[in-house]
């Protein structure tokens, strides 16, 4: 038996109660589509004998799913070690109270600015930052574990310091990316992209939240997609959330045969080679961090090479001179 899987990650529903400007699933968010909890259950019982340790639940908004109780009792009950992913607009003092229970190591939330104004003209809903920020404060009063993520893009650039010191005063982690994955048909983010000045100055100033600027040592494997899996709401099995291969459907399909499939390993190899033909004998390979599940995306694979070649130029950059 395969034994090599140890991050689950499920997406629970497309639903979402933001607008984000930003955000990747813009054309699937505002359905209600959710996952069937015996379907889920299913799911990570089975992974849990393959490996299974580490279990994420995602969205749209996890939170949203209208048996998320079920949910996590079936992840607790199965022994997982658990995260979510959410925005926090929808936790409710059952919700506190069943996350408290449970053993939710960490939630990952976003912030897109430190203000009502920055962030709520981000995610397109009003009240939404103070609903995040005071959701978090319950949540670390009650000693669960929250991160803090932030996308970076030439609107909200001005607010890093800022929700950083936000973050310390919350005692939260915080992280920043400035990789911007295309809205659901909708490919004009060049105009949202970092320039290259702001990105210098992201990594001269920021570098401890942003991912730093060293080379790695170890280029490949990319990532760990080798001991990774992913379930769409709508029953897609995938390596991960980026993966365009879809490798089985549930509950039409015998999970046991997917994950013993030769398609199953094969399609982790994309981490242990240059994803595409232009990066084996890129120059700056080191210092790239490159998705490449998403390089094998002909849909985005244009767009997210532009990033990510800017981005490893200006590490290179950076280095060079110390």
């Not at 950083?164 to 490919?187: H, Q, T, Y």
């Not at 897609?236 to 459907?249: A, Q, T």
């Not at 030769?262 to 994803?275: C, G, L, M």
């Amino acid at each position: 038996m395969f034994k090599g899987i140890t991050n689950v990650l499920v997406e629970v529903t497309e639903n979402c109660p933001l607008d984000c400007r930003h955000c990747y699933l813009k054309a699937r968010r505002r359905r209600k589509h959710h996952l069937p909890v015996k379907t889920f259950a299913s799911f990570i019982q089975i992974l849990r004998d393959h490996g299974g340790l580490f279990l994420t639940l995602t969205g749209g908004e996890p939170l949203l799913h209208p048996h998320v109780d079920d949910l996590l009792k079936i992840a607790a009950d199965e022994g997982y070690v658990i995260r979510i992913y959410s925005s926090l607009q929808n936790v409710s003092e059952s919700l506190f109270e069943l996350i408290s229970a449970f053993p939710v190591m960490e939630i990952e939330t976003s912030l897109c600015g430190a203000s009502d104004d920055e962030h709520d003209s981000v995610t397109g809903v009003k009240g939404s930052f103070y609903r995040t920020v005071e959701a978090i404060k319950r949540l670390r009063k009650e000693g669960v574990k929250v991160n803090i993520k932030m996308i970076i893009t030439r609107e909200n650039f001005s607010q890093i310091a800022l929700v950083k010191r936000l973050a310390r005063e919350l005692d939260v982690n915080f992280f920043a990316s400035p990789v911007i994955l295309p809205c659901g048909g909708d490919f004009r983010i060049p105009e949202k992209f970092l320039t290259k000045r702001q990105l210098k100055e992201l990594f001269e100033t920021h570098a401890d939240v942003a991912g730093g600027v060293s080379p790695r040592r170890v280029v490949f494997p990319l990532c760990n997609i080798e001991k990774g899996i992913f379930l769409s709401s709508r029953g897609e099995v995938r390596r991960c959330m980026e993966h365009p291969e879809i490798l089985g459907h549930l509950p039409e399909d015998d999970l046991k045969a997917v994950l013993e499939s030769s398609r199953f390993r094969e399609a982790a190899n994309i981490a242990r080679e240059p994803p595409i033909a232009e990066c084996k004998e890129c120059a700056f390979i080191q210092w790239c961090r490159p998705c490449p599940a998403l390089l094998k995306n002909d849909t985005v694979k244009k767009l997210m090479i532009e990033q990510f070649c800017r981005i490893a130029h200006v590490r290179y950059d950076i280095t060079s001179r110390t």
